[in-house]
Nanobody, 117 residues
Framework: QVQLVESGGGLVQAGGSLRLSCAVS????????MAWYRQAPGKQRELVAG???????DYADSVKGRFTISRDNAKNTVNLQMNSLKPEDTAVYYC???????????WGQGTQVTVSS
């Protein structure tokens, strides 16, 4: 059974930074493309950053240049460094496999990020 446990969210002022982490268990992590997603109130869940098993990354235009996704295959974790945060980044953030490359697993509880103006 796959488990995804996100952490690191919080309340931050605009311009600030947060680092999210996701602990993954129950799959062969090193072979999977992973991604971070977010869902703001009243909006659909969107993919914000992806990382392949080889470490190649890509980002949604809205976060490009501000967010950095990384992975640690020894620890089975995927991280999201978020800098220059904006109020529009406020959302619940989730990690999962990259839906563009493989099927999604069951969602974790997510971690709330709130950016105040």
């Amino acid at each position: 059974q796959v488990q995804l446990v996100e952490s690191g969210g919080g309340l931050v002022q605009a311009g600030g930074s947060l680092r999210l982490s996701c602990a993954v268990s129950g799959l062969i992590f090193s072979t999977r493309s992973m991604a971070w997603y977010r869902q703001a109130p009243g909006k659909q869940r969107e993919l914000v950053a992806g990382i392949t098993s080889d470490g190649e990354t890509d980002y949604a235009d809205s976060v490009k240049g501000r967010f950095t996704i990384s992975r640690d295959n020894a620890k089975n974790t995927v991280n999201l460094q978020m800098n220059s945060l904006k109020p529009e980044d406020t959302a619940v953030y989730y990690c999962n496999t990259d839906r563009r490359r493989t099927f999604l697993r069951s969602w974790g509880q997510g971690t709330q990020v709130t950016v105040s103006s």
